[in-house]
């Protein structure tokens, strides 16, 4: 097995290396970073998105592939900042499949590319399967959407492929749990908006496993990558007090105040999206955190 990710810096890509090293697996990494390149000792080639630029070597061998690169979401929502968060998405995926259809590597048999369950409307109703159709009308469904549409065209491939769409990803040093931490911590946390939102979160050692999981067993289509229990926000917010106890006293932050302060993005906080793990339960993938509580005992211990 040998493994090419891209998006191998981010939070998860670095989990994932970290996992794939304790098995022995080999892994290939793409990057735009020449410091980034000397200190792989190898394993790093280079590729720039933006200009359609590859090093085709790296597919050479390569088994699997996990697609995670995308420039962040969780800055402001400016036209300069739209067009970044769209286009390393989909150009990072238009130039995989071109550097596919030119080497054509005949070992590869598996293809995972992240999504998100942005996807999915706003409700506080609903519950998602990966069955539904309908896409958000804001700008991170936008993104989603087309981020999907730059995937199908693996299909037209030998190999399997798969789009895990991932929820909130919880780690104490990055992603969102952290911002929703320090506040409790410094005696200033509360709910955000409602707190009626429905956020559909993952322990990060879960979606690693997950993503393994898929690689091994072979799944196809899409997948959503959330942990069986999602919760209100204030729940999420509660919860995190209880493990720090830290007693939460504030009033909740209205929405129009998270506008003021985040702009167009306030829309990740207030956005709920109930999401279903039942086909990842289906398939065999055994959660070693499937309720929030035990997960944030782990991550803060």
């Known amino acids: 097995?040998?493994?090419?990710?891209?998006?191998?810096?981010?939070?998860?890509?670095?989990?994932?290396?970290?996992?794939?090293?304790?098995?022995?697996v080999e892994v290939h990494f793409l990057s735009t970073s020449s410091k980034k390149l000397q200190a792989a000792n190898g394993q790093g080639f280079y590729w720039n998105p933006a200009q359609?630029?590859?090093?085709?070597?790296?597919?050479?061998?390569?088994?699997?592939?996990?697609?995670?690169?995308?420039?962040?979401i969780a800055?402001?929502?400016?036209?300069?900042?739209?067009?970044?968060?769209?286009?390393?998405?989909?150009?990072?995926?238009?130039?995989?499949?071109?550097?596919?259809?030119?080497?054509?590597?005949?070992?590869?048999?598996?293809f995972l590319s992240a999504s998100a369950i942005g996807r999915y409307p706003h409700s506080f109703t609903r519950e998602y399967?990966?069955?539904?159709?309908?896409?958000?009308?804001s700008f991170l469904g936008?993104?989603?959407?087309?981020?999907?549409?730059?995937?199908?065209?693996?299909?037209?491939?030998?190999f399997s492929t798969c789009l895990l769409r991932i929820g909130i990803v919880l780690?104490?040093?990055?992603?969102?749990?952290?911002?929703?931490?320090?506040p409790?911590?410094?005696?200033?946390?509360?709910?955000?908006g409602s707190g009626k939102q429905w956020q559909s979160w993952i322990h990060l050692e879960?979606?690693?496993?997950?993503?393994?999981?898929?690689?091994?067993?072979?799944?196809?289509?899409p997948y959503n990558g959330v942990a069986p229990e999602p919760v209100r926000q204030k729940q999420l917010t509660r919860a995190i007090d209880k493990t720090l106890n830290k007693p939460l006293w504030l009033p909740a932050v209205p929405p129009f105040a998270l506008r003021l302060l985040l702009g167009e993005m306030a829309y990740i906080a207030l956005a709920s999206q109930q999401v279903s793990s039942a086909k990842a339960e289906q398939a065999g993938f055994v959660y070693r955190y499937p309720k929030l509580e035990p997960a944030l005992q782990d991550l803060f211990s």
């Open 75 to 110: 800055q402001r929502w400016t036209p300069a900042n739209r067009k970044r968060i769209l286009n390393s998405r989909v150009n990072s995926l238009k130039l995989l499949h071109q550097a596919i259809a030119k080497v054509q590597p005949s070992g590869l048999v598996h």
């Open 184 to 192: 409790i911590k410094k005696g200033v946390g509360a709910p955000l």
């Open 206 to 221: 879960d979606l690693v496993g997950m993503i393994l999981f898929a690689q091994k067993t072979d799944w196809k289509g």
């Open 52 to 72: 359609g630029e590859i090093d085709h070597s790296a597919l050479e061998g390569v088994t699997h592939i996990v697609n995670l690169a995308g420039a962040s």
């Open 142 to 158: 936008e993104v989603v959407q087309a981020w999907e549409e730059a995937a199908d065209p693996f299909s037209q491939f030998d």
């Open 1 to 24: 097995m040998k493994v090419l990710i891209t998006g191998a810096t981010g939070l998860v890509g670095k989990a994932l290396r970290k996992r794939y090293a304790a098995q022995g």
């Open 129 to 137: 399967t990966e069955e539904v159709i309908e896409v958000d009308q």
């Open 171 to 182: 780690d104490p040093l990055e992603g969102a749990l952290p911002k929703l931490v320090d």
